[in-house]
Each structure stands twice: as C-alpha cells, then as structure tokens.
Nanobody, 124 residues
C-alpha cells in the first residue's frame, strides 16, 4: 500500500516562498508519476503540477507556470513543490498524488494514491 505524507504548508505573505514535500512509502516511488493539486474554499480540486518518474518531464498549470517548480528525489522517495512569488489566490489546501502511468498528467482521476492535504495561506 502506498502512503503519501505531505508537509511544508503554512502562512506566507504575497511575494514569499514555501516548499512543500511529499514523502512516499510503500510501492515503488522511483517509477511513479507524481502530481500536485490544490483546492480553495468552495472551489473544485485544481491541477498544479506533475512530474514523471525520471524527473525529466514536467507539466504546470498556467496559473503557476514560472512561479512554481516541481521536483523529486527518488533516492529519498520524496517529491517537492517549490512555490515562489506567492499570491493570495494561491491560498488553498495542497495535495500530492501518485500513479504508475508514464507521463505527467493533469487529471486528478488518473492518480491512484493521495496524500493528506496541507494548508497554504498567502496574505496580501
């Protein structure tokens, strides 16, 4: 059974930075595609970024492109979401997810395993 544990959320002012971590146990992390999603109050879950197993293919939503970076360390079974130049509209609960499809995907239904969410709050 794959377990994903998310950490690193918190509060930050606009323009600041945060780094989220997604630590995996069980399964074979080094072969898994990892995605990050977020959900703001009263809104649906939104795709943020995804990375393939090797870390050489990434996909970003237009809303975070150029500000957020997804990465992974397969030796540590951990994926990261580096968030720079944060905006109040980035406020949401952030989730990581994984699956064993080859390419990074932006559709939540393609992911098999989900971590618990972590709150990110950005103030203006």
């Amino acid at each position: 059974q794959v377990e994903l544990v998310v950490s690193g959320g918190g509060s930050e002012q606009a323009g600041g930075s945060l780094r989220l971590s997604c630590a995996a146990s069980g399964g074979t992390f080094s072969t898994a595609t990892v995605g990050w999603f977020r959900q703001a109050p009263e809104k649906g879950r939104e795709f943020v970024a995804a990375i393939n197993w090797a870390g050489d293919s990434t996909v970003y939503s237009d809303s975070v492109k150029g500000r957020f970076t997804i990465s992974r360390d397969n030796a540590k079974n951990t994926a990261f979401l580096h968030m720079n130049n944060l905006r109040p509209e980035d406020t949401a609960v952030y989730y990581c997810a994984s699956t064993y499809r080859g390419r990074p995907m932006n559709v939540s239904s393609e992911y098999l395993y989900w971590g618990q969410g972590t709150q990110v709050t950005v103030s203006s």
